[in-house]
């Protein structure tokens, strides 16, 4: 291959897909069935109201051969006239969600049309588009999990590194908000009174950041914080936004533990606290059988493939979570992701387009 036909990809990036526009996530999402579709894939819907629907593509099942699951998500960051419209050089693709990730959707369906092609049909590779992932995949997420244990390997289309770099490693994340109640007072006439719960903020805030430990990647950071009524009250009121990130499902593991009980420990006489929240994604780190399926797909391709770590999260966190050997990053490269200058190299396309084919080609013939 050395060129690519962007035509269905700008069909995709022109229809806003912001995580809060259904109809537009709806409408991107009918898209793929359709031409998936074409290719003899089953649909499965999960409706939602308020969130565009998830999508399950399922090809036919080969008796004793291992399932591949590619793993993508239908939204975009960018509100309605905002950042929209699919535009191109001689070298990139612009546009919302050219390289996060309606790029990376077309890479997969684009290796998948190349197998169909050459073979007439699809086998043991299935497709999930989720509608939610840029908030964090709170809805999907029991989806995602509920069908893990059918798939040998799941390959996820955010965008690759600058060297066309996968990922085999993602901090997890948990993220926390913190009610604080506490007893209004005048600060002049009863200040012994009154019971501040911005100062139990302050308190937990410095608390909370002494959790982070730099040498082993965790970090706890107060993002937000809101209290009070007026500078001659005593605040009745505050509340703490808190996330968590962490390298290690140990460090995983303490943070989770130690947060909400730092919170329940009494700071201030009379004043309440509670916390809601929790684990959004788990930690995704490399090991062995990750190794393996790089290995395996090294061979295949002819080439190393090299791997990077990243800081930010997917959904390859909650396929890695569910114990399944996950991959990320085999979308094209692009950079400006979540601004308006997000865009996608035309080579990478070609590049990842000729990857995944082949890699989904070894997935339909092995027994």
Known sequence: MTQVDFADLQQ??????????????????????RWLEELGMQTEVFHRKEIGN???????????QPRL????????????????????????????????????????????????????QLNNVDFLLVSDEETGSDDSKAV?????????????????????????????????CIDIKGVAAHAGNHYLTGKNANLVAAK????????????????????????GISTNTISPNAQLMVEARFTQVS?????????????ASPIIEGVTTTISGGLQRDVMVPTAEQQQLVDTLSSVLGYPLLTE?????SDANVLAGAGIPTLDGFGPFGDGDHTEFERASKQSFIRRIQEVTQIIGHFQSIR
């Open 309 to 313: 770590q990243r800081g930010g999260v």
């Open 144 to 176: 995602t999990q509920s069908i893990a244990h059918h798939y040998c390997a799941c390959l996820d289309f955010e965008a690759a590194g600058k060297n066309h770099e996968i990922v085999d490693g993602r901090k997890g994340v948990a993220t926390f």
């Open 69 to 120: 699951l590619l793993l993508g998500h239908l939204d975009t960051v960018f509100p309605p006239n905002t950042f929209e419209g699919f535009r191109e050089d001689s070298e990139w693709i612009y546009g919302p969600g050219a390289c996060d990730m309606k790029g990376g959707n077309f890479v997969a369906l684009t290796a998948l049309r190349e197998i169909y092609n050459q073979v007439g």
């Open 251 to 263: 460090e995983q593991n303490r943070l989770l533990d130690a947060i909400p009980t730092l919170v």
């Open 12 to 33: 995709l990036i022109d229809i806003n897909s912001w995580t809060h526009n259904k109809v537009g996530v709806d409408a991107n999402g009918q898209l793929m069935q």
């Open 204 to 227: 937990l805030l410095i608390l909370l950041t002494e959790l982070t430990n730099i040498d082993q990647g965790t970090t706890v950071n107060v993002g937000k914080i809101n209290g």
């Open 54 to 64: 998830h999508l399950l593509f399922t090809s036919p099942i080969t008796t004793n």
